[in-house]
């Protein structure tokens, strides 16, 4: 029985680390989505900028056009920023629900297995005071 509980214990700790290896890529491959999302708008929204900037280059338009496009740039890294706290926040969020779900099932299954044992144990009694009796 300890050997079954061990190898049951092994079988969830594997499976505990093959989740949770599950969900760091998936919310990994979500971060890169994001990231290259963000990076396209933030190219395509350069480009509009830069070629704006070229044709009122000499007037005073071209430096607000150049203030307004820092400004986008720091927004864009703000929300960046904004969007990997997120996702780092979901993801531990995510991990915490994952170990207490684990951690539930393990205490479940450890009940049932210490019940088993207990009837086991009852039957092999009963059994001993039945060969006792007979003998």
């Known amino acids: 029985h300890e050997r ?3 190898r ?12 949770m290896e599950q969900l760091r890529a998936e919310l990994k491959e979500e971060q890169r989505c994001l990231l290259d999302e963000l990076k396209q708008q933030m ?3 350069h480009r509009a900028e ?3 900037a070229q044709l009122q280059s000499q ?3 071209s430096l607000e056009l150049e203030a307004l496009r820092l400004t ?3 927004m864009h890294t703000s929300q960046l920023e904004l969007t ?7 993801k531990e969020t995510a991990l915490m629900e994952l170990r207490e779900m ?6 479940q299954e450890v009940a049932i297995l210490q019940s088993r044992h207990q009837l086991e144990w009852e039957k092999i009694k009963e059994q001993c005071l039945k060969e006792k009796d007979n003998l």
């Open 84 to 90: 990997q706290s997120n996702l780092r926040k979901e």
């Open 4 to 6: 079954e509980h061990n």
């Open 72 to 74: 986008l740039n720091n």
């Open 102 to 107: 684990l951690n539930d099932k393990r205490a």
């Open 59 to 61: 007037t005073l338009h």
């Open 43 to 45: 190219a395509a929204t």
């Open 50 to 52: 830069h070629e704006q």
């Open 8 to 19: 049951e214990i092994s079988e969830l700790a594997a499976k505990h680390a093959e989740e």
